[in-house]
């Protein structure tokens, strides 16, 4: 960890830009928490991908697995589980509040994206809300980061 501060680099986890300064918060143990003077998550150069470390980057589900998750035996609408799958992804990833490194995203939270989706396929073209569902909710609590706690 200590190799990181040297290198004094830092990419902005939303943009990829470069940041120059040392991090203001740091989570020990977690090498994707570290955050910039404004608040905002910043990721180590020595992991940097040259792309966001969101869920769609680093936890690769393909419309294949969200199929059999879902039990579908055909595959008349693979373009709607593949936008579903996307939303539910990008849900996730905004409850959850943090970036991942690549091989590090626990089963678990594969597990609450492929519910998500189910949850958003069920529900399509209903009233009901399509915010996230408590059970992938209750799966994620255990990986959110809370800022300034």
């Known amino acids: 960890m200590g190799m990181w501060f040297r290198e004094g680099k ?11 300064g040392h991090p203001k918060t740091i989570i020990l143990g977690d090498p994707t928490l570290f955050f910039a003077d404004d608040g905002r ?47 539910a992804m990008q849900q996730c990833d905004n409850y959850l509040n943090r970036g991942w490194l690549f091989g590090f995203v626990p089963d678990a939270v594969k597990t609450a994206v492929l519910e998500q989706t189910l949850y958003l396929y069920e529900k399509r073209g209903s009233d009901a809300p399509t915010g996230l569902n408590s059970l992938s909710k209750s799966i994620l609590d255990g990986y959110k980061f809370f800022a300034g706690v």
Not at 15 to 20: D, I, K
Not at 53 to 73: D, F, G, H, I, R
């Open 10 to 20: 830092f990419y902005f986890y939303d943009t990829g830009e470069l940041y120059s």
């Open 41 to 87: 998550q910043i990721i180590p150069a020595s992991e940097w991908r040259g792309e966001t470390m969101s869920l769609k980057v680093t936890l690769p589900v393909t419309v294949a697995e969200a199929q059999t998750y879902m039990k579908l035996e055909h595959d008349q609408e693979t373009a709607v589980i593949e936008m579903l799958l996307n939303t």
